[in-house]
């Protein structure tokens, strides 16, 4: 799938972005991630509530193959095909998968803001050059060295 065929298949949705991401495009709204363009498919963000549709339509969820295992990504499912040829269809889905993104991000657990304070303290803190430290005894030119003088009988 390439850039203008997505944005083709998401006109009638409305105006989405298209950002590359792994080996496809992450598709967006507002910042919201609600699809994935992979060269294995289109999967739509799924929840609770969207899982029983696309189980309906005999889909499946986003799955990857490491060295070791196959790695099942459940928030993401494949959508069906015949949504392809039916773009007011689609819309409905894509609906469905962004309210499913939003409600993801909802709950997610925000910062407090004392914790975003420290960290930003922390931060601050550890970029900050010391000032050098003037150390006349170890000068290594000699008109610069602090001279004492010398007591004695």
């Known amino acids: 799938m390439d850039r203008d065929f997505l944005i083709d298949l ?4 409305g105006p989405v972005t298209i950002r590359r991401m792994f080996s496809g495009f992450g598709i967006s709204v ?5 699809a994935l363009a992979l060269r294995s498919g289109l999967y739509f963000r ?3 509530q969207t899982i ?7 889909s499946a969820p986003f799955q990857y193959q ?7 990504v459940n928030s993401y499912w494949q959508l069906p095909a015949r949504l392809f040829d039916d773009s ?18 909802s709950r997610k657990r925000p910062r407090a803001k004392k914790q ?12 900050r050059k010391k000032p050098a430290r003037k150390n006349n005894l170890a000068s290594s030119r000699p008109s610069e060295r602090k001279r004492t003088p010398r007591r004695g009988p």
């Open 10 to 13: 998401f006109y009638d949705f």
């Open 30 to 34: 507002d910042g919201t991630n609600f």
């Open 46 to 48: 799924a929840d609770q």
């Open 52 to 58: 029983p549709q696309f189980e309906a339509e005999g």
């Open 66 to 72: 490491t060295r070791v295992k196959t790695v099942t």
């Open 88 to 105: 007011e269809e689609l819309s409905v889905w894509a609906r469905a998968a962004l309210d499913a993104a939003q409600r993801a991000a």
């Open 116 to 127: 975003v304070a420290k960290k930003a303290a922390r931060k601050t803190a550890t970029t």
